[in-house]
């Protein structure tokens, strides 16, 4: 069953249903990094398909299942030093996920870290048009991702990250700029950049 544990899903549709096509694009390209029982790629997906018609149209969902034991916020080494109760994420979940996605031909499910995926993708060309960003939140870890993506994107290009406010958001924006990308809009939890030159 698709889910979602997030919030501000309407600021994520919004932001989908904005997306600037600058010029009419040979292909189209979006992604999201964990992606748990994949309510934020189905609302992505939805959102583009109508708009983009028989463009080549592609979205990568990355995520390694496997309740792997990893730092989510800075400033703790796991999610034992929060306090707080950790999401689970068991291959059980990823399997429902490859279930509920089997017949959609624009989900491309990797199953693995960001690093592995950044490590093995690193030489391509593809060019990103969205990306939502919901894996580890310390500021390395968004750094990381948003300049990966920013250093593959277009004028029009959106980087949504999600509980950006756990991090160094002025660190994050001020490494973005560089890639001429500006915050259009945030909410509570969720932030939208885009590429404006």
Same mark, same amino acid.
């Given at each position: 069953?698709?889910?979602?544990?997030?919030?501000?899903?309407? $600021?994520?549709?919004?932001?989908?249903?904005?997306?600037?096509?600058?010029?009419?694009?040979?292909?189209?390209?979006?992604? *999201?990094?964990?992606?748990? !029982?994949?309510?934020?790629? =189905?609302?992505?997906?939805?959102?583009? %398909?109508?708009?983009?018609?028989?463009?080549?149209?592609?979205?990568?969902?990355? /995520?390694?299942?496997?309740?792997? *034991?990893? =730092?989510?916020? /800075?400033?703790?080494?796991?999610?034992?030093?929060?306090? @707080?109760?950790?999401? @689970?994420?068991?291959n059980?979940?990823?399997? =429902? $996920?490859?279930?509920?996605?089997?017949?959609?031909?624009?989900?491309?499910?990797?199953?693995?870290t960001?690093?592995?995926y950044?490590?093995?993708?690193?030489?391509?060309?593809?060019?990103?048009?969205?990306?939502l $960003?919901?894996?580890?939140? %310390? @500021?390395?870890?968004?750094?990381?991702?948003?300049?990966w993506?920013? /250093?593959?994107?277009?004028?029009?290009?959106?980087?949504?990250?999600?509980?950006?406010?756990?991090?160094?958001?002025?660190?994050?924006?001020?490494?973005?700029?560089?890639?001429?990308? *500006?915050p259009? !809009? =945030?909410?509570?939890?969720?932030?939208?950049? *885009?590429?404006?030159?």
């Amino acid at each position: 069953m698709i889910r979602g544990d997030s919030v501000e899903y309407e $600021l994520l549709k919004k932001w989908c249903d904005t997306l600037p096509f600058f010029e009419e694009p040979k292909s189209v390209t979006t992604c *999201e990094i964990g992606v748990r !029982e994949g309510l934020g790629s =189905q609302i992505i997906m939805m959102s583009l %398909t109508p708009r983009i018609g028989k463009v080549d149209y592609q979205h990568y969902a990355i /995520d390694p299942y496997n309740d792997l *034991e990893y =730092q989510h916020v /800075d400033g703790k080494a796991s999610w034992k030093e929060t306090g @707080t109760t950790p999401p @689970t994420y068991p291959n059980s979940m990823r399997d =429902q $996920l490859v279930k509920d996605f089997a017949n959609n031909p624009y989900f491309k499910f990797y199953n693995m870290t960001d690093v592995e995926y950044f490590d093995i993708f690193n030489l391509s060309k593809t060019v990103f048009d969205l990306v939502l $960003l919901d894996g580890p939140h %310390t @500021t390395k870890d968004i750094l990381k991702e948003s300049l990966w993506f920013a /250093d593959r994107s277009r004028i029009g290009t959106r980087i949504i990250i999600d509980d950006y406010w756990v991090a160094n958001y002025d660190v994050i924006k001020g490494a973005l700029s560089y890639w001429k990308f *500006e915050p259009i !809009e =945030q909410g509570k939890s969720k932030v939208c950049f *885009e590429r404006v030159k």
